[in-house]
T-cell receptor, first 112, second 112 residues
């Protein structure tokens, strides 16, 4: 079975500052890892995914994440955030690329 | 346009009533998933279909819940004798091949 822990429920940050949203996972098998973003009253949009290969994954909207197997982490980063990045971000894990197990989410609040 | 249409977007019902939600993928996808998301939580897996076959059901899916995908395209999720604890966002997602899950905008259910 897999599980995901998102260590911060909310992250406030000023516009143009860097941000890191933390994600740790637990799994007894090899994993696929994902970050999704959710804007209010909308579904989830895929930001990026790690399936195999390079541990640094680049996604949409300037986000990137690094897979660290020894620390079982998949933290999401952006060097300079915009007001429009304000949303809830979900980390998810899958053992086979199909059924996803999600974390509880991190609300990113970008302040001007 | 998310590629997945969910109807209705919002549903308010009284406790004890039955409700049905519909998920229409715009293009063909062999896998279709239902997730439930309550306030402050990440989406939780309910069930999934491979074409017409319902292959897995979560323990969250009580006997009052039933899902169908009769022709391997659209899907319905019915909740009988609704309870206040059923209030949540119900998300549909589709997947073709090895691609990531692609979510609709969800149906928000409020049980009064």
């Amino acid at each position: 079975a897999q599980s995901v822990t998102q260590l911060d429920s909310q992250v406030p940050v000023f516009e143009e500052a860097p941000v890191e949203l933390r994600c740790n996972y637990s799994s007894s098998v090899s994993v696929y890892l994902f970050w999704y973003v959710q804007y209010p009253n909308q579904g989830l949009q895929l930001l990026l995914k790690y399936l195999s290969g390079s541990t640094l994954v680049k996604g949409i909207n300037g986000f990137e994440a690094e897979f660290n197997k020894s620390q079982t982490s998949f933290h999401l980063r952006k060097p300079s955030v915009h007001i429009s990045d304000t949303a809830e971000y979900f980390c998810a894990v899958s053992g086979n690329g199909n059924k996803l197990v999600f974390g509880a989410g991190t609300i990113l609040r970008v302040k001007s | 346009d998310t590629g997945v249409s969910q109807n209705p977007r919002h549903k308010i019902t009284k406790r004890g009533q039955n409700v049905t939600f519909r998920c229409d993928p715009i293009s063909e996808h062999n896998r279709l998933y239902w997730y439930r998301q309550t306030l402050g939580q990440g989406p939780e897996f309910l069930t999934y279909f491979q074409n017409e076959a319902q292959l897995e059901k979560s323990r969250l899916l009580s006997d009052r819940f039933s899902a169908e995908r009769p022709k391997g395209s659209f899907s319905t999720l019915e909740i009988q004798r609704t309870e206040q604890g059923d209030s949540a966002m119900y998300l549909c997602a589709v997947q073709g091949g090895d691609s990531p899950l692609h979510f609709g905008n969800g149906t928000r259910l409020t049980v009064t």
